[in-house]
């Protein structure tokens, strides 16, 4: 008997490996009824989320009025809003998706990314010293107020062309637009979709007057009136639109929530966070084992299948299914992963002789691979060790086993980390 999923319960949300360990222990795939009354298959284990990820039967595009509980068939300014900005490339297959990849891919390419490395420690410095400043006035700060959240913020902000003074109601929209409309209050997820659309709007109706040197601008010169028949091309309006969503969302949301949710793993592992000063070689094996550990990602977007697929172990998923790949359940598949629900950096260190410790899923896997990745990593490393020599004795404030996570399916991660630290000297941190 599986009990229904509620995606919103706020102790499901701080910890749901229990249950995707249930599942996992049924077979790769199991039909889970969900508390908005409908049902969905979720794949658990390793090997069949890397399989469904790569195989075109899982389709990226989403059903009709996917999402929704059963019966409701509103049609509203919030919905054609939704509708609009879900365009964008994690809902397509190819050859669509090959077109809207091929626009962005340039942007995030190794040398470009790398040429960030300056721009991003002097963020991240500038960050440092500010929350010494709130430190000494305040006596404690929330880790992802004061830094998980603004430093990818301000990365993809200048990638992108965001101006650093809309990111606070940026982050309340995507908030809002990546959590169960049920955990929220009511009216709180169309407002946000709404708000979304006009200010996207609005944003490419200025780079088109006034183009920078950003990839927004880029994009928005790019996207002239072409014959919907082509596969080639620029973007369409709607297509720029759903795609300035997607690049803000994705560009930010994952490396905030691997910069908390490591934060908060190395202050309740105190030995580990003392290896990696000791060692700064460890710190890429921090990362690493943070986005296995505490996928930022909790699931993929939802698919579904175009026909039947046998994915195994008598296994046989129906067509026209709802499909969600769990990355955090396959993270955590103890064939893959030994002592699965420890947080080993080890594993990932060269030489570690932990044989069995596979590539993790937290990227994804297959066409639909993050973009980003390799920025989320850079400013991890970057990052989290001047934040942690920054504070030598910061500590939690709070219960960790008691705070807050995001609702949802889609993205996790702690929505408070809050910190003290011990009295600090005159310069704690330098400029």
């Known amino acids: 008997m599986i009990a229904p999923l509620d995606p919103a319960d706020p102790a499901f949300a701080r910890d749901p490996y229990p249950y995707y360990a249930h599942l996992r222990g049924q077979g790769p795939a199991v039909r889970v009824p969900l508390a908005n009354g409908t049902h969905a298959w979720l ?17 990226n595009v989403p059903p009709q009025g996917a999402g929704r ?59 440092l010293r500010e929350m010494e400043l709130r430190l000494r006035r305040d006596g404690s700060v929330d880790l992802v107020d004061a830094f998980a959240f603004p430093l990818p913020v301000l990365v993809i ?62 994009l928005t010169q790019d996207a002239l009136p072409r014959d919907p028949a082509e596969s080639g091309g620029g973007l369409d ?24 949710s490591a934060s908060l793993l190395l202050l309740t592992h105190p030995g580990e966070l003392a290896a990696a000063h000791r060692d700064p070689a ?3 094996a921090v990362v690493e084992e943070t986005l296995r550990h505490a996928s930022p990602l909790e699931g993929t977007t939802w698919r579904h299948t175009t026909e039947e697929v046998d994915i195994g172990d008598g296994v046989v998923i129906p067509a026209g299914a709802s499909v969600l790949a769990v990355l955090a359940a396959a993270n955590r598949d103890p064939r893959h992963f030994p002592d699965p629900d420890a947080f080993r950096p080890g594993r990932y260190l060269a030489g570690a ?7 993790h899923a937290a990227f994804g896997h297959g066409p639909h691979f993050c973009l980003g990745s390799r920025l989320a990593r850079l400013e991890a490393t970057i990052a989290l060790p001047r934040l942690l ?7 939690l404030t709070a219960d960790p086993a008691q705070l807050p996570y995001r609702p949802g399916l889609l993205v996790r991660g702690p929505r408070r980390v809050p910190v ?3 009295p600090l000297p005159a310069r704690a941190v330098s400029a």
Not at 186 to 205: C, K, M, N, Q, R
Not at 238 to 257: P, V
């Open 69 to 127: 509980p059963k019966g409701d068939s509103r049609d509203s300014p919030a919905q054609r809003a939704r509708a609009c900005l879900a365009r964008h490339m994690l809902n397509t297959d190819a050859p669509d998706h090959t077109r809207l990849r091929r626009l962005t891919t340039a942007a995030f390419a190794p040398r470009r990314v790398d040429a960030l490395r300056a721009r991003i420690e002097e963020l991240t410095a500038g960050l």
């Open 157 to 218: 902000g200048e990638v992108l062309g965001v101006p650093e003074a809309d990111r606070a109601d940026l982050r309340a929209w995507t908030y809002r637009v990546g959590s169960p409309a049920d955990a929220l209050e009511p009216g709180a997820v169309d407002e946000a979709w709404t708000g979304l659309h006009a200010y996207f709007t609005e944003l490419i109706a200025r780079k088109r007057r006034a183009p920078g040197s950003d990839l927004f601008s880029a």
């Open 282 to 284: 460890r710190w890429p």
């Open 420 to 422: 003290t630290t011990a």
């Open 389 to 395: 020599a920054a504070f030598p004795g910061l500590r």
């Open 237 to 260: 309006d709607g297509e720029l639109l759903a795609m300035a969503f997607l690049l803000l969302f994705a560009g930010y949301e994952t490396t905030m929530n691997l910069l908390a």
């Open 43 to 59: 794949v658990t284990g390793y090997e069949a989320t890397r399989a469904v990820l790569a195989d075109p039967r899982f389709s």
């Open 353 to 359: 002789g932990d044989t069995r410790t596979a590539p």
